[in-house]
Every structure is written in structure tokens, then in C-alpha cells.
């Protein structure tokens, strides 16, 4: 599978990161919009995904937080 950026369109881009990341619109624990949003750099063909992955990783490790949560109302 081609997903450097180089080598795929934005739509491609937009294409691999939904097919990674899942049926988004069902989930309601406030990360959904956030994990999207982590990958925008990717899909506008700023960063590649193994830049994107490596920052996220290194901020979980250094203990700060990943994508902020917005919440979906339930149970608030």
C-alpha cells in the first residue's frame, strides 16, 4: 500500500487515514474528532504519517496528552 505523500493524492490521503482510523461518526467518548484532526498535517501533505505517529507517540510518552476530547454531551 502506497501512503507516502509522494506517492498518493490528498483524496488517497483522506481515503487511508478514514480506512485506519474507523467508522467515526457512531463513537461518542469525545476522541473521534480529535484522532481526525491529528491526521490533518498527513492529509494536507505536510507531514507524513510516520512524522504524525512518531509526535503522537512521543507526547503519550512524555506523559502529555493526545488528541484533546471534546465530548458528545452524554452522561455531562
Not at 498518493?8 to 483522506?14: G, I, K, L, M, P
Not at 501533505?45 to 510516520?50: A, D, I, P
Amino acid at each position: 500500500m502506497r501512503i507516502g505523500i509522494a506517492e498518493t493524492t490528498r483524496e488517497e490521503r483522506e481515503r487511508i487515514v478514514a480506512e485506519s482510523v474507523g467508522n467515526t461518526e457512531g463513537l461518542c467518548d469525545g476522541c473521534a474528532p480529535g484522532i481526525m484532526e491529528m491526521y490533518q498535517d498527513y492529509i494536507d501533505g505536510k507531514k507524513e504519517l510516520r512524522e504524525v505517529n512518531a509526535e503522537f507517540r512521543a507526547r503519550y510518552m512524555s506523559g502529555a496528552q493526545g488528541p484533546d476530547r471534546a465530548g458528545c454531551g452524554m452522561g455531562e
